[in-house]
């Protein structure tokens, strides 16, 4: 490999973590459709995040300027991106902090894996993170016989019952009470077997089980919500105190960054602290957030270390239209508006990001080829860009990214004949009479061939009228 | 090359594709506006924090109240001591160890900014505060905040602390809502949060 | 005012009596309708496939067409969506300043119905009369992407007859979406299901948008459970008056035969 090749954007390599799906997004989404359970699930909790969030947002009377603001702050962040790596690499350093850096998921892995050996530990406590998804740091651990204990309840009920998380903020919301109390019985150690499927009783539970890992796990992996480069402070927002556990407790701490989480300035956490827990979770500020700067004498773990991961964001920064999927702050705004993912939940998007972010992130982390289905897996209905805080155009990234997707070619051909008649006004009126001799259709009801035979699988098609609008006028 | 160098080659090399323009960010949200302690009261309320407005005379007395008779207490270096009831069993912390702090019936700190609009209290690590594992491991956090320390807003806040200390922001007790968006009060860190608001 | 008809090809071909209701509406209101004959479609399904440099030529054509016209209308807020959304781009991406220059200035005078109605001509009460019980789902693209807001509604609210029910989960899409419905049936058909629910719960028996692809699937879908409930561009309400009620009753036992 050339210097110059090593130096190009580069997408997320195939292998490793979790960016691909095992097969397009229609078949998947087939199976989550059919299953009762799952859609009462999902339906249940979209809903009740977006009334939750819907409040939450109502009382904030300046939100419009907010959403300005955190998508200004991102668009800055991107363009300074280099520069303000460099700034948060000095401060951390400076403030006692080691950088590493990884150019993709196996980089990041291996580095992961070299410091927790280096601790002597065999265990390591986790902080629910999206980048260690991603990468497939879990995976990484097992193979190299450290066991990862996932702390945050969704994360552990998701490994506990050996599943995949399907929402980036509720991991298991495609579970309801009764299905975590049966995976808490069959894998939780030492769990009383009197539990109940009250959620006050099964959080109880996961708070004795994990006690112990905490209070004796010496090193813990964490992701970021934002890193200030003004500063080298970190911050984790979270709820249950798991994340505080892994960030105090620990006398080494591990925290794994996708690049595009650097926020320029102090005072920008003036606006991503109040978007993120009103849009994400509902609630005017989320229970925890911790803010760390290095490493504090006497205070919290005494070695620290920070992974900057690229990981295909080299890729996404050199789309000028797509960039702006890194402005994501992972809140899921967007999963609890679609009303795709509402109804397919996270799993058949094949990515860790799923819903409509996902749709348009996955595709461009490991190049389209390879996440083909997703960009089409909307309706363009627009309520996620509505929803995002930050002011992602979803609709038209997805729009974009169809025109890099590679195309079926009898659909190639179709579109290109129906363009040609489009431009040629007297073919386009021949092309109408036929549709209205029924040619496709034949009788009313009956089924259109395939591909578009879906379509006519639960709808009927309209009586073709007998004559066009343009015939209409003609003759007027 | 390093993998640092691959990285920021790459991304100029994205930016050099596809030069973004110069960004001028925003600022007309709301940086501050009145402390109102009604409605700090209200949302530290909302979301299951216990709240006492007295005077500092009566914060022992207050604390007397919340915690049971010969309660084991952490209690950070520069806590005044007025505010410690005598009935008490103060666990000053000289370098506590983790398993004394988890096993303590209660932690009583300082703190050094409030939200109002968020019902939220900051610990910024000052001697009153301790360090971040004293309010983490008992399952009961009495906070003592004066009216002086409330701000509005969240911008108003961040104005006031110091980013290179280590900072926690507690919003309420710890709560889960992964269960069916079901909230639960208390997972990992205390179950109950008691803030004591001073004049 | 000279009102120019952006038809559509949908409404052209399959749903002409959304357009010709359009022209009687506007001709009513004492308006001058022209359908300039070059148009076919605006390449939204194109564009939104992902076949953005075949929709170039059919940007270029729609430019051209209605660049002569102050004011264009169309009974679609989708195609609108696009001219006005879409086009430049397009155009920009393939490197033809110019066009994108022009289709920006033709998508600044062009409105969907009720825009035009509201916003253009000043008017909420039309005159009309439609004695049903109706239901009225703001389709996607009126609601996120033109912003219509409640312009269809206060037109509808001033039609004499007419009992306005209101439908719940209103701002959920009915699942069309283009090839969406094609490439992404199974999901497209859930997200149908539930509208269909909804609207059934209202007890109108006639469903009403601005944009006829939506009410095709919306339809279709009714059609197919024999539910009774019809689906009527909101043209056809506005231009119903209690005059041309009987000769639209007759035409429709005629088509519903």
Not at chain 1, 200 to 211: M, N
Not at chain 1, 250 to 278: N, S
Not at chain 1, 331 to 360: D, F, K, M, W
Not at chain 3, 118 to 132: M, S
Request: hydrophobic share 45%; charged share 20%.
């Amino acid at each position: 490999m050339t210097r110059t090749f090593l130096g190009m954007p580069a997408t997320a390599p195939k292998g490793v973590g979790q960016l691909r799906g095992a097969e397009p997004f229609p078949a998947a989404a087939r199976r989550a459709l059919a299953d009762a359970q799952l859609r009462r699930n999902l339906g249940h909790a979209t809903a009740t995040i977006r009334a939750k969030s819907g409040a939450v947002i109502g009382e904030v009377p300046d939100w419009e300027q907010l959403r300005a603001a955190g998508s200004a702050i991102k668009a800055d962040v991107l363009a300074r991106l280099p520069e303000l790596l460099e700034q948060l690499e000095a401060q951390v350093t400076a403030a006692g902090g080691v950088v590493h850096w990884a150019a993709d998921a196996n980089e990041a892995n291996a580095i992961v894996v070299d410091l927790v050996r280096a601790t002597g530990s065999d265990r390591v406590i986790k902080v629910k993170s999206m980048a260690t998804q991603e990468i497939g740091l879990n995976e990484a651990f097992e193979s190299a016989g450290i066991v990862p204990v996932e702390t945050d309840l969704a994360e552990l009920i998701v490994q506990l019952g050996d599943d995949r998380p399907s929402h980036i903020l509720v991991p298991a919301i495609h579970r309801n009470r009764a299905e975590i109390r049966e995976i808490f019985l069959r894998a939780m150690p030492g769990v009383d077997p009197a539990l109940t499927d009250e959620p006050a009783v099964l959080a109880a539970a996961a708070r004795r089980f994990l006690r112990q890992a905490f209070l004796s796990t010496p090193v813990a992996v964490s992701g970021a919500n934002f890193a200030v480069a003004e500063t080298g402070t970190l911050a984790v927002v979270e709820s249950e105190g798991n994340g505080r556990m892994c960030l105090t407790l620990p006398e080494t701490l591990i925290t794994v960054m996708g690049v595009e989480k650097v926020v320029p300035a102090w005072r920008d956490l003036d606006v991503f602290l109040q978007l993120l827990p009103r849009a994400s979770t509902g609630e005017r500020m989320n229970p925890y957030t911790s803010m760390w700067t290095g490493v504090t004498p006497g205070d919290g773990p005494q070695e620290f270390h920070l992974v900057l991961l690229d990981n295909g964001r080299s890729a996404v920064l050199a789309d000028e239209v797509g960039r702006q999927a890194l402005h994501c702050i992972r809140c899921s705004a967007c999963l609890n508006v679609c009303p795709v993912y509402e109804r397919t939940g996270g799993h058949a998007y094949g990515s860790v990001y799923p819903g409509p972010i996902g749709a348009v992130l996955s595709p461009q982390l490991t190049g389209v080829a390879d996440n083909a289905s997703l960009p089409y897996a909307s309706s363009l209905c627009g309520a996620c860009y509505d929803a995002c805080p930050v002011k992602i155009n979803i609709p038209e990234l997805l729009v974009h990214l169809r025109d890099q997707a590679p195309h079926p070619p009898g659909e190639s051909a179709v579109m290109a004949a129906a363009a040609y008649a489009m431009d040629h006004p007297a073919l386009f009126a021949a092309a109408q009479r036929a549709t209205r001799l029924r040619r496709l259709t034949g009788r009313r009801g009956q089924a259109l061939p395939p591909p578009l035979s879906g379509w006519t699988a639960g709808r009927d098609l309209p009586d073709p009228p007998t004559q066009t609008f343009r015939q209409w006028w003609a003759s007027r | 090359m390093t993998a640092r160098e691959v990285i920021l080659a790459r991304l100029r090399a994205a930016l050099d594709t596809a030069a973004p323009l110069p960004v001028e960010v925003p600022r007309d949200y709301r940086r501050d506006g009145p402390a109102d302690l009604d409605r700090l009261v209200d949302r530290l309320t909302d979301y299951r924090a216990h709240v006492h407005q007295v005077a500092e005379a009566e914060v022992a007395d207050t604390i007397a109240g919340i915690v049971p008779a010969a309660a084991s207490i952490v209690v950070p270096p520069g806590l005044p001591p007025a505010w410690l009831p005598p009935t008490v069993t103060v666990l000053p912390d000289d370098d506590l160890d983790n398993a004394r702090i988890a096993a303590a019936d209660a932690v009583v700190t300082a703190a050094a900014v409030a939200i109002a609009d968020t019902g939220t209290v900051v610990l910024d690590g000052s001697s009153d505060q301790g360090r971040r594992v004293l309010s983490l491991l008992p399952d009961l956090h009495i906070c003592v905040v004066h009216t002086a320390q409330v701000v509005a807003t969240v911008p108003a806040a961040l104005a006031r602390l110091t980013p290179r200390r280590p900072l926690t922001w507690i919003s309420g007790p710890s709560a889960t809502s992964d269960i069916e968006l079901t909230r639960v009060e208390g997972v990992h860190g205390p179950r109950t949060l008691h803030v004591i608001l001073l004049p | 005012m000279r009102i120019a008809l952006f038809v559509t090809c949908l409404a052209d071909t399959l749903f002409p009596e959304a357009a010709k209701a359009t022209v009687r509406l506007l001709e009513r209101l004492g308006h001058e309708v022209v359908f300039p004959p070059g148009q076919t479609c605006c390449g939204q399904m194109h564009v939104n496939t992902g076949y953005q440099a075949q929709a170039v030529p059919l940007v270029r054509r729609h430019a051209r067409v209605f660049d002569p016209y102050d004011v264009i209308v169309a009974p679609s807020a989708s195609c609108v969506g696009s001219v006005r959304h879409q086009h430049a781009m397009v155009a920009r991406r393939a490197g033809d300043v110019r066009l994108a220059s022009r289709a920006e200035s033709v998508a600044g005078r062009t409105y969907e119905l009720s825009e035009l109605l509201v916003d253009v001509l000043g008017v909420t009460d039309v005159g009309a009369y439609f004695p049903h019980r109706v239901t009225y789902h703001p389709t996607c693209h009126a609601l996120r992407m033109l912003r219509v807001g409640d312009r269809p509604v206060r037109l509808l609210r001033a039609v004499r007859g007419l009992d306005l029910v209101e439908l719940p989960a209103a701002e959920q899409c009915c699942g069309f979406g283009g090839t969406f419905a094609v490439k992404n049936a199974d999901t497209s058909t859930a997200m149908l299901a539930d509208k269909m629910r909804h609207v059934l719960s209202t007890g109108a028996d006639v469903c009403t948008a601005g944009d006829s692809s939506c009410l095709m699937h919306i339809g279709g879908g009714l059609s197919r459970l024999r539910s009774g409930v019809r689906t009527v561009h909101l043209a056809q309400i506005l231009a119903s008056t209690e005059r041309d009620r009987a000769v639209h009753e007759r035409a429709e036992l005629v088509v519903r035969s």
